[in-house]
């Protein structure tokens, strides 16, 4: 257990510091804000710790990050007095990749430089990412619990391997110590450092501590004190009228990984019986894992400035699992478990709460902001359609959020159902809609001729997650969504006299006809009809109006059922 021992990286974390070094240096300083964010996630762990065991910040009440410049041995470290780090733990953490999805990721990989770039970005470039200025990185960790002498160093030059041995520490938390590349030493300067954090981290709840320089005699003159640069006070906790755009924005790339600007934010304070403070963001840029269902991060719970969770299937429903942020509750008890947590009415509460927030967000993006909702709408349309069936309570404001392509809309998804009523025809009391397997299919639909020499507007619906939506889409402000495919359609008022006249005649003139197909086709058809529905083609199928959509049949059996 004592002994030295050398390691290789899992073949993810070699192909991940291969991509970084290579990919990522025209943003290099980004080593610096993945160093103090993992510092404030560790911080934050030892006080979670710390409430069932208030021995661990006895010690030291009130934890800080320390970056410290060492301009002689061309170094630069980042300290925490975080929750730190088992020799078990330092091995997997350092020497493995433990996310989920990380197979899609290098799958998604496309060799791209500027592509991959923004990937890495989203997938959380942590703790490697150290290697695009080091050539090599030694970290000198000690668990929070354990003795001074059971404190463990790893070493690394970043390239196949890595080492740990064991070390003493004195107190609790973790130093990742950069040994500076020669042709990154622009970067060991405490004035850079400084600009830099002040740039990217003024958000962190902790104090980030550098040494105090003063000046004399146009001399530097380091005064062996420390002080902090940052706020250190929770950005969410903040009041809004003190907090730039530029600081949302900042800690919108804190929480989401993502190095892109979100689209548009919320930031609350929910009083009453519930007391809690929510600061939501909607992505501009699709995450590589939103299909993933099982993990879903990127919305943090804390309770009275403590983190407790960052699993966003607690707090939100799965439809609105893009959205990334914070919600810190004055009122969770915060010394009970997780698994206890999620089963409490008052994470409910907020759970419902936070999810009429994202709609009003989402409602106000398209009311004033139309083409950043049809942005919005291209990256995560096909999300939020899931929340028709997940969420039958707020369904009739989800159906609002949706946008269509039509026979009217020239391709663009811009159509609204509320748009769509309100051109309805005179006589018209349904919606109609009609579904392809592409939209290029839907649109060529023989089913389409009678309501283009009617001038009727359809919608144009394609692929499964539609066919799906339109299970739970029947209805919306009281008119009737009906599939155009649909056995015997009803045009109701909108088919004029001579037409049924004319319909009738035509059925008995054509009456043997129609008993021949029957006798030919036997028990393949259910039935054979005559119609007045097609201009321009002679024949088309459909299906019994209680029955399944033909495509949607068609699916089913492709997926085995
Ligand atoms: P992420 O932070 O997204 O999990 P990182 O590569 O940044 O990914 O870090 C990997 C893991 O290493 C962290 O999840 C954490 O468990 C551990 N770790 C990194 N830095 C520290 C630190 N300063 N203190 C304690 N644990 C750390
Ligand atoms: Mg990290």
Same mark, same amino acid.
């Given at each position: ?30 080593? &610096? ?7 404030? !996630? ?37 300290? !925490? !007095? ?30 791209? @430089? ?7 970005? @989203? ?19 000690? $668990? ?13 030059? *970043? ?13 609790? *938390?973790?130093?990742?110590? &950069?040994?500076?590349?020669? =042709? ?62 530029? @600081? ?126 049809? $942005? ?33 809309? =020239? ?111 036997? !028990? ?38």
């Amino acid at each position: 257990e004592n002994k030295k021992e050398t390691l290789g990286f899992q073949t993810e974390v070699k192909q991940m510091l291969h991509l970084m070094v290579h990919s990522l240096y025209s943003n290099r300083e980004i080593f &610096l804000r993945e160093l103090v964010s993992n510092a404030s !996630d560790a911080i934050d762990k030892l006080r979670f710790a710390a409430i069932d065991n208030p021995s661990l910040l006895a010690d030291d009440p009130h934890p800080s990050i320390r970056v410290g410049v060492d301009e002689q041995k061309q170094e630069i470290t980042v300290s !925490d !007095d975080g929750i730190g780090m088992t020799r078990a733990e330092v091995i997997e953490h350092l020497g493995t990749i433990a996310k989920s999805g990380t197979r899609e990721f290098f799958a998604r990989l496309s060799g791209d @430089q500027k592509k991959d770039s923004q990937l890495i970005g @989203q997938f959380g470039v942590g703790f490697y990412s150290s290697f695009i200025i080091a050539d090599k990185v030694t970290v000198i960790t000690r $668990k929070a619990g354990d003795p001074a002498d059971a404190a463990t160093k790893w070493e690394s030059n *970043g390239e196949g391997e890595f080492t740990v041995e064991n070390t003493t520490r004195d107190h609790f *938390g973790t130093d990742v110590i &950069l040994s500076v590349k020669s =042709e990154d030493r622009d970067l060991v300067s405490k004035y850079r450092l400084r600009t830099i954090l002040q740039r990217y981290s003024d958000h962190i709840s902790t104090p980030i501590l550098m040494g105090k320089d003063e000046y004399k005699d146009d001399k530097v003159i380091d005064t062996g004190e420390w002080e902090a640069i940052n706020t250190g006070a929770a950005l969410w906790a903040r009041p809004k009228n003190k907090i730039t755009e530029d @600081q949302y924005k900042e800690f919108y790339h804190h929480v989401s990984h993502d190095s892109t600007d979100p689209l548009c934010w919320t930031h609350n304070k929910v009083e009453g019986k519930n007391e809690y403070i929510q600061l939501l963001y909607v992505p501009s840029a699709a995450p590589f894992d939103l299909w993933d269902r099982e993990n879903v991060h990127g919305v943090k719970l804390y309770v009275k400035r403590v983190f407790i969770m960052d699993d966003t299937n607690q707090l939100l429903p799965h439809y609105l699992r893009f959205i990334k942020g914070v919600i810190d509750s004055e009122d969770l008890p915060l010394n009970v478990s997780r698994e206890i947590l999620q089963q409490t009415r008052d994470l409910r509460i907020i759970r419902d709460g936070t999810t009429k927030r994202v709609l009003s967000m989402l409602e106000d993006l398209a009311a004033n902001r139309a083409s950043d909702y049809d $942005k919005f709408w291209a990256l995560f349309g096909n999300v939020l359609k899931e929340g028709l069936g997940e969420d039958p309570t707020n369904k009739e404001r989800i159906a609002k959020l949706l946008r269509f392509v039509s026979t009217g809309s =020239e391709g663009k998804a811009d159509v609204t159902l509320e748009g769509y009523i309100s051109r309805m025809k005179t006589g018209q009391d349904t919606v109609y809609y009609v579904i392809g397997d592409t939209p290029e299919a839907a649109a060529k639909s023989p089913l389409l001729e009678l309501f283009k020499k009617k001038d009727i507007e359809v919608l144009l619906l394609s692929g499964p997650i539609d066919r799906w939506m339109m299970q739970f889409l029947t209805e919306f402000q009281g008119k009737k969504l009906v599939n155009i495919a649909k056995g015997d359609l009803d045009l109701g008022d909108l088919a004029d006299k001579e037409e049924k006249e004319e319909k009738e005649k035509v059925q008995a003139e054509y009456k043997p006809l129609v008993d021949e197909f029957k006798a030919a086709l036997g !028990d393949s058809v259910e039935d054979v009809r005559m119609t007045l529905r097609l201009t321009d083609s002679p024949s088309c199928i459909v299906t019994d109006p209680n029955g399944l959509d033909p495509a949607f049949v068609r699916m089913m059996k492709a997926a085995g059922q």
